[in-house]
Structures are given as structure tokens and as C-alpha cells.
């Protein structure tokens, strides 16, 4: 796995599937995204706008997954590659769904400032396969999985319910997407003969990126990402039969989610 694990030269990272969108979101820094009582827009929309923006970057990361790394399709195996095209299949769906009730509600994807912390991302994980299974499967996509729950509260507080369905829908779905990327990244530490839990770790320190609870840990249990990887336990040598199981675990909600994927939305 050595030649996969080559580095590319860095450069300035642009999407490489684009939407056709009639306004795009003002990008700025994380600081400058407007406070929901400094937006101009309702809680249920500025909080649906949100996920939308990370919806459409996902899209964005699984095909960037895709073609950066086709040169090393042999050494991945074509299954890394349709995995990651059916995330950006499943991704496409979800930021339709946000786009439909956006609209539904009286706004559009647009209406407010958007960060580029994503993409910042893809751009310092560009040089690794590892670190990029690292970086946004199982940092990034797995934040998702412990705002979700928080999400879809604050939206039935605000009294929108077919927008926390929504919600909770998605969330739902994005656990396969995190197993997908712990899949892979076990796999490729497996190719590498490296130790998945401490690369892991090394990895995150190396591109300085940082873990923040709180953790959704039934929803990262149920995406096979083992506990001492995020919560800061002794690592020690990882059994094989523990990982045996991860992988069967994973190879089911993999299998659920494909099933998911012929749902044309929640209700």
C-alpha cells in the first residue's frame, strides 16, 4: 500500500462536480457565519441551510475521493471506488431533500453565509488516502453523527416536524456513510501493516485535527468506530477478533444503507 499512500503535490482544491445553482452562499471564515438571531432567517431554516451547505460538500468530497485517488484503483480494489460513488449518490439525495423543504418554508440554499471549513479539510487530507479516510468519514461526517440527535430536538422544540423528519432521516442514513470510511481505513492500515487505533491518532495530530465531544456514542458504536479511536483510552495492541467483528458489523450497515438508497424521501 505504500505506492497508495504516496503524496501528491498539494494544490488548491476546487469541486470537481458542481451544482447548478441559481445563488451559491457567500463563503467566509467559521467566525463570521451569522448567529441564528443574526441571520434574518427562522430557526428551522437557518438550521436546515446549514445542513444543506454540508450536504452539498459531501457530495463534493466523495467524488473528489474518487478521482484523486483513481490512479491507485488497483491497489484500493473498484469496491473502495463504488462505495464512494454511492455516498456521493446517497449525499445528492440528502442535499435535494434540504434544497425541497428550504423551499417549502420560503427560502433557498443561498440565503445566508456559508463556511469553507470542509473543503479546508479535503485540501490537508489531499496526500493520503489514510489521512483522508481519517479526516472526513471518521472526524467530519462522524460530527454529524453526534449533532443529529441535538438537531432534530431543537427542530421539534421550534415545532417544524417534517423538517426534523427530514433530518432524522439523514442521519440515519450518514451512520453506513462513517461505516463506509471505517471500512476503508481499516483496511488500508491492514495493506500498510500499521496499527488502525495509533495511525489514527497520528494522523489527526500530524494535520492538527482536533476531536470535540459531546459524542453520539450509540451512533458511532453503530458505525463500527471502536471507542478508544475517539475517546482517548490506552490504545495497546488491537485484538483481531475485535476487528473481525467491526468489519462484519460494518459489511451489514453497508448492505442497509444501498437498500436506503431507493427511498425517494422521508415523509
Known amino acids: 500500500m505504500r505506492k497508495a499512500e504516496r503524496a501528491l503535490p498539494w494544490m488548491r482544491v476546487r469541486p470537481l462536480f458542481s451544482w447548478n445553482l441559481e445563488v451559491e452562499p457567500e463563503k467566509v471564515s467559521m467566525r463570521e457565519v451569522p448567529a441564528p438571531k443574526d441571520s434574518a432567517l427562522p430557526l428551522n431554516a437557518y438550521l436546515l441551510h446549514n445542513l444543506a451547505h454540508v450536504e452539498l460538500n459531501a457530495i463534493d468530497l466523495a467524488w473528489d475521493t474518487v478521482v484523486r485517488f483513481s490512479p491507485w484503483r488497483a491497489e484500493l480494489g473498484k469496491e473502495f471506488f463504488s462505495d464512494f460513488v454511492h455516498v456521493a449518490d446517497d449525499e445528492s439525495r440528502h442535499f435535494s431533500w434540504c434544497c425541497q423543504r428550504l423551499s417549502e418554508i420560503g427560502f433557498n440554499y443561498g440565503d445566508m453565509p456559508a463556511h469553507n471549513l470542509l473543503w479546508r479539510e479535503c485540501e490537508r487530507s489531499s496526500t493520503s488516502v489514510a489521512a483522508r479516510l481519517a479526516v472526513i468519514p471518521l472526524v467530519q461526517e462522524a460530527r454529524g453523527l453526534d449533532a443529529g440527535p441535538r438537531l432534530v430536538r431543537k427542530l421539534i422544540g421550534f415545532g417544524d416536524h417534517r423538517t426534523s423528519n427530514i433530518v432524522s432521516k439523514i442521519a440515519e442514513e450518514e451512520v453506513a456513510h462513517v461505516a463506509v ?58 485484538n483481531r477478533n475485535d476487528l473481525v467483528e467491526v468489519y462484519d458489523r460494518l459489511a451489514f450497515m453497508i448492505s442497509m444503507e444501498k437498500e436506503n438508497s431507493t427511498l425517494t424521501g422521508p415523509s
Open 181 to 238: 470510511g471505517v471500512f476503508w481505513f481499516l483496511s488500508v492500515c491492514e495493506k500498510m501493516g500499521r496499527v488502525p487505533c495509533s495511525t489514527f491518532r497520528e494522523l489527526l495530530k500530524e494535520l492538527n485535527v482536533e476531536l470535540k465531544g459531546p459524542f453520539n456514542i450509540p451512533a458511532r458504536d453503530e458505525a463500527g468506530i471502536p471507542r478508544e479511536w475517539y475517546m482517548g483510552s490506552p490504545t495497546g495492541n488491537e
